[in-house]
């Protein structure tokens, strides 16, 4: 029942900079873990980065020192800022929550696309 909106997405150059948003409609502290995953058509769900209270934040080795979780929590919101972004990184992101009362679920997902 807890919704999840992801938005920022769009259309940026190589090299370019983008902020993707995930609103939660509860309270982010009722969050145990939040991840960002990405999807490339023809390729499987990518984990991105992640956030976890008390256990920081991970990023996979393809955005490491580009791509930073960040939060408002007086917003609801957990953001990725993805800098120095590369045709690569073109997909739908997803944010995905994890929940202290042990349920889940996703955001609608973000376009994302890079030019060369």
């Known amino acids: 029942q807890v919704q999840l ?15 993707l948003s995930c609103a939660a409609s509860a309270s982010i502290f009722s969050i145990r873990l939040l991840a960002w995953y990405r999807q490339a058509p023809g390729k499987q769900r990518e984990l991105v980065a992640s ?19 960040s939060k408002d929590d007086a917003k609801n919101t957990v953001y990725l800022q993805m800098n120095s972004v590369k045709p690569e990184d073109t997909a739908v992101y997803y944010c995905n929550a994890d929940w202290y009362n042990g349920s889940s679920n996703w955001g609608q997902g973000t376009q994302v696309t890079v030019s060369s």
């Not at 909106?5 to 983008?18: D, I, P, R, T």
């Not at 976890?52 to 991970?58: E, I, K, L, P």
């Open 5 to 19: 909106v992801e938005s920022g997405g769009g259309l940026v150059q190589a090299g370019g900079s983008l902020r």
């Open 51 to 69: 956030f976890s209270w008390g256990g920081g934040t991970n990023y996979a080795d393809s955005v490491k020192g580009r791509f930073t979780i």
